[in-house]
């Protein structure tokens, strides 16, 4: 886990106002959990593979409830894998822990989520279809070794709250790249006052894409002007698939939405993927979730009749905004939290340099004290 300072620390200056904790907790009632896997000889031949992997948690309601939050889902490039979103779409509700880990441990994570709500009779109805999401980790961990297991699911699920949220190299977060920096976990969240009421929307990431010439901060093509800033060589034998990477987006508000409407918040996370340099390239796996919390009670079984509120579609514009805005600095906060990291066969992946990432945000006149309003 990082200490390094976040985004707004350094002065980067973003759209919005974040909440209490600049995070996907400040929507009451969500808890992110993690557990982290790191093990190994990182050099290359080693006898023992380098392990940077783990798992990431994040409940709607909590890990104590089995209430289903209304939810929908968009794809910007489907080179990826969400498991649970059928059922999303067609019933319009989540019903299990979301989780993310690395591209080949998709399964024993399912198997853990189940395992856990069957345990802690947490499951909802008589089968459980979790939603689970994932990125390629390959470039520095042994993700051919199926290290993660269903008890660190389990520890991720048990080890989830409210508050603040770590991010860089933590949970499924942790080997994975950003414009061929260090990338991983990152979030953020927003204010939004929509017809006379004030509703949070925070947005989680797993970033774990982009090409170096392709990063933008705060509207500035950094990844061109730090073009010098260290070698790529460790990224030569992955050839077509150069740069090119996944991300998964998890957005969550309290205001009440439906599941249609949620779909069309979930599409605005893909305007904050492209303000900081993402493309959806063909071999990227871009896969947004978005869920309301609010309509507890929703999914109940003992009534033929459920009474909800929503939101008028009139009233949607400043949550598109806001899904956009979190998203864009979740992905800068995961590339400036995350550190250097030595990883199988040796491989390294630098840190983004941040004391030159604010000397050309500075020249360009793009810092601030505080963060920029709308």
Known sequence: ???????????????????????????????????????????????????RTGVTAILPRGKNSKDPVFAGTFTLNGAGEMTGSHWVAESGFLESPIAITNTHSVGAVHEG???????????????????VAETFDGLLSDVNGFHVRPDHVHTALESAKTGTVAEGNVGGGTGMCLFQWKGGSGTASRLVDSAAE?????????????????????????????????SLADWADFGTILGRGSIIVVVGTDAPLLPRQLDRLAKRAALGIARTGGNGGNLSGDLVIAFST???????????????????????????????????????NALVAAETMVGVEGRRVSS???????????????????????
């Open 113 to 131: 989520i189940i395992e856990w709500q069957v345990r802690r009779k947490l499951m909802f109805g008589l089968f459980s279809l979790p939603l």
């Open 1 to 51: 886990m990082t200490t390094r300072p976040r985004a707004r620390d350094y002065g980067i200056p973003f759209r919005g106002s974040p909440g209490a904790w600049n995070a996907i907790t400040d929507v009451a009632g969500i808890e992110v959990g993690y557990c982290t896997l790191i093990a190994g000889t990182a050099r290359k031949g080693a006898p023992a593979p380098a392990v």
């Open 352 to 374: 983004i340099p941040v004391e030159r990432l604010v000397e050309i945000l500075r020249a360009h006149n793009r810092l601030a004290t505080a963060a920029v309003k709308r």
């Open 198 to 230: 004030r509703h949070s929307v925070g947005a989680f990431v797993q970033g774990n894409f982009g090409k170096r010439a392709d990063a933008v901060v705060a509207g500035i093509p950094v990844g061109v002007l730090l073009a010098d800033a260290e």
């Open 294 to 332: 609010a309509n507890a009670g929703a999914a109940r079984t003992d009534a033929a009749l459920s009474r909800i509120e929503t939101l008028s579609n009139a009233a949607l514009d400043p949550l598109f905004e806001a899904a956009a805005d979190a998203t864009e600095e979740a992905i800068v």
